[in-house]
T-cell receptor, first 106, second 121 residues
Framework: DIVMTQSPATLSVSPGERATLSCRAS??????LAWYQQKPGQTPRLLIY???TRATGIPARFSGSGSGTEFILTISSLQSEDFAVYYC????????FGGGTRVEIK | QVTLRESGPALVKPRETLTLTCTFS??????????VSWIRQPPGKALEWLAR???????YYNISLKTRLTISKDSSKKQVVLTMTNVDPADTATYYC?????????????WGQGTLATVSS
């Protein structure tokens, strides 16, 4: 299995600030990387696929970058509705997910 | 409008078989490229992909659980069923079904709300 490691585990950010979330793969996954947002008690929501393509209806403040083994999700200016847990997922081989980064209000 | 909804027992005893049903609408699992997966999330833990069934009835399983899982579909009823045998308390989780629109791209664009299955005697 390809192991996905996300950091930090928790990120404290003030509204309006920029958030940078990292995801590292144990081996290259090319650009086969997706990001999801999950709020408490809710289902995961697809944000980004193919490393940098925003899913339908996702605001432009969400952007993804990277390739190979290192990936970044950037939220340019955090809104109140963005405080949630974010998961990365590789699909270069059988899908595996990272452990998540919780973005909380500072 | 794409929707998926999971159903199944809330409580299962150890060593029994867990049967989960995903009922979907807004797309056809007979359409080329369409796939439905099962994914689970133990309380407070990360997501784990379990199995996938494709429009052409190809099936894929998480290798660590393969001997315990069976996935099937009834396209006319718009349902996908997952059975997990010999369950253990470690299988306690919220079970989601989710859609993939291209069989070569294993990301999930729509998810159900999930169903919590607790394994306990």
């Amino acid at each position: 299995d390809i192991v996905m490691t996300q950091s930090p585990a928790t990120l404290s950010v003030s509204p309006g600030e920029r958030a940078t979330l990292s995801c590292r793969a144990s081996q290259s996954v090319s650009n086969n990387l997706a990001w999801y947002q999950q709020k408490p008690g809710q289902t995961p929501r697809l944000l980004i696929y193919d490393t940098s393509t925003r899913a339908t209806g996702i605001p432009a403040r969400f952007s993804g970058s990277g390739s190979g083994t290192e990936f970044i999700l950037t939220i340019s200016s955090l809104q109140s509705e963005d405080f949630a847990v974010y998961y990365c997922q590789q699909y270069n081989r059988w899908p595996t997910f990272g452990g998540g980064t919780r973005v909380e209000i500072k | 409008q794409v929707t998926l909804r999971e159903s199944g027992p809330a409580l299962v005893k150890p060593r029994e078989t867990l049967t989960l049903t995903c009922t979907f609408s807004g797309f056809s699992l007979s359409s080329s490229g369409m796939c439905v997966s099962w994914i689970r999330q133990p309380p407070g833990k990360a997501l784990e992909w379990l199995a996938r069934i494709d429009w052409d009835d190809d099936k894929y399983y998480n290798i660590s659980l393969k001997t315990r899982l069976t996935i099937s579909k009834d396209s006319s009823k718009k349902q996908v069923v997952l059975t997990m045998t010999n369950v253990d308390p470690a299988d306690t989780a919220t079970y989601y079904c989710a859609r993939t629109v291209h069989e070569s791209s294993w990301f999930f664009d729509y998810w159900g709300q999930g169903t919590l299955a607790t394994v306990s005697s």
